[in-house]
């Protein structure tokens, strides 16, 4: 089953920055592993693994804004 990495309690963010994946696409992940770096107008957030599996990316990192709710990626426990 492929589970959605996003950003846990988006609250008033509409907008972010992937500024950098810590791991690459096909890498084995653990739940609770920081997988991603995002950044607000006011902060940088590392964005855990929400399972254990393997890492699909969704949204590269960009200087592009991405909604605060998009799924960045998913970890695949199939895979």
Same mark, same amino acid.
């Given at each position: ?11 008033l963010v509409e907008q ?16 609770? #592993?920081? !997988?991603?770096? =995002?950044?607000? &107008?006011?902060?940088?957030?590392? @964005?855990? %693994?929400? +399972? #254990?599996? !393997?890492?699909? =990316?969704?949204? &590269?990192?960009?200087?592009?804004? @991405?909604? %605060?709710? +998009? ?9």
């Open positions: 089953m492929k589970t959605p990495i996003v950003l846990q309690g988006v609250g972010i920055t992937v500024t950098e994946w810590l791991f690459e696409a096909g890498e084995k992940v653990k739940a609770g #592993d920081t !997988v991603v770096n =995002i950044e607000t &107008e006011k902060a940088t957030v590392g @964005v855990t %693994a929400p +399972a #254990d599996g !393997v890492l699909e =990316i969704a949204v &590269e990192e960009s200087p592009e804004l @991405v909604p %605060a709710d +998009a799924v960045l990626g998913y970890v695949d426990d199939q895979a």
